[in-house]
């Protein structure tokens, strides 16, 4: 039976779910996502023909995300919960930090979701800066937020990680939750493995990460799992110039130190073909010593062997 909007009967807009290219809505949305099917132990009698067709969709996630973010300028991936309100210290924080970046010449990179994402993103747009969102499938349906200008979902949570970080020059990490904390963790390994150098991490919020703080302080470092130099790689402010200034100073760093390394190599170069030079000088010379000694002594047999004949 048809309902006054002309809609039948349990076919009102519903929840949404995009897959790639493709969009789900109502009851064609799957009870379970992508990494959950991938990651599950159970139920594996069908891994031999379903793994090798998800190891080619893994691999077009990073085509399309390596194809879609190349062109990027300087970005900054900016992290939070998804369930603070519009009105909360946070946010507002958030936003103002996305018209900083903006302003500085960074895009801003999020999950693309609500809360903290959205205000980060609203930020950088309303200041004309590009603001990213990078999405992902969940069993909670989020969506990609209005004021995101270019974005990507993702079905796997590693394929999305890999692009927070491979087109951003820094994280900055306001209060969140899990997801919050899973990326935060993940940038300090990586920068404490070497595996990516002087990338800023900056947290905002000193009320609501100073526990934190404290506890990586006095138990994890005065028990040795980390280093005293470790805690220098996190920046504790409520400051969004701070936060910006210590971004723009890092990256400013690390120019420095790759042109000082490009000069050095360059010198190194020089330095090189200079002493192959004076290398092939000498070698001329001692070629040519020999060659006015080789002369008199060649003379002198042939004096020696006309005396004989006469």
């Known amino acids: 039976m048809s309902q006054s909007n002309g809609r039948e009967a349990g076919r009102q807009p519903g929840r949404e779910r995009h897959r790639g290219a493709v969009t789900l809505r109502r009851q064609a949305i799957p009870s379970s996502t992508a990494d959950q099917r ?3 132990s159970r139920g594996r009698s069908d891994w031999k023909t379903r793994d090798a067709w998800r190891a080619l969709r893994i691999l077009s996630e990073f085509v399309e995300g390596f194809d879609t973010l190349a062109d990027l300028p300087p970005a ?44 980060a993103n609203r930020g950088a747009s ?9 999405g992902i499938e969940l069993p909670f349906e989020q969506g990609i937020n209005d004021w995101v200008d270019l974005a990507i979902d993702f079905r796997y949570f590693f394929a999305r990680k890999t692009m927070f970080v491979k087109y951003a020059h820094g994280f900055v990490v306001l209060p969140g939750g899990f997801g919050t904390m899973d990326e935060l963790f993940e940038a300090l390994t ?3 493995t070497g595996k990516v150098t002087r990338f800023p991490v900056v947290l905002m919020g ?13 138990t994890m470092a005065a028990d040795g799992k980390i280093g005293p130099v470790d805690l220098e790689l996190i920046c504790l402010t409520d400051s969004v110039d701070a936060a910006v200034r ?41 070629v040519s010593a020999d060659q006015r000694d080789a002369a008199p002594a060649a003379d002198r047999l042939d004096e020696t062997r006309g005396a004989g004949e006469s």
């Open 190 to 192: 990586l920068v404490q």
């Open 246 to 286: 210590h971004i723009v100073e890092a990256e400013a760093a690390l120019s420095a130190e790759q042109e000082a390394v490009r000069e050095e190599a360059v010198a190194r170069v020089a330095a090189d073909q200079l002493d192959a030079a004076s290398a092939a000088d000498q070698r001329d010379a001692a």
């Open 126 to 134: 309303r200041a004309g800066g590009l603001s990213v969102g990078l």
């Open 76 to 119: 900054v991936s900016v992290f939070g919960s998804a369930r603070s309100g519009p009105d909360s210290p946070e946010c507002r924080l958030a936003e103002e930090l996305g018209e900083a970046l903006a302003r500085a010449g960074y895009a801003v990179i999020t999950g693309g979701g609500p809360g903290v994402m959205e205000a």
């Open 38 to 40: 991938l990651l599950d």
């Open 206 to 218: 000193t009320e609501y990460w100073r526990g934190l703080i404290d506890w990586l302080r006095d």
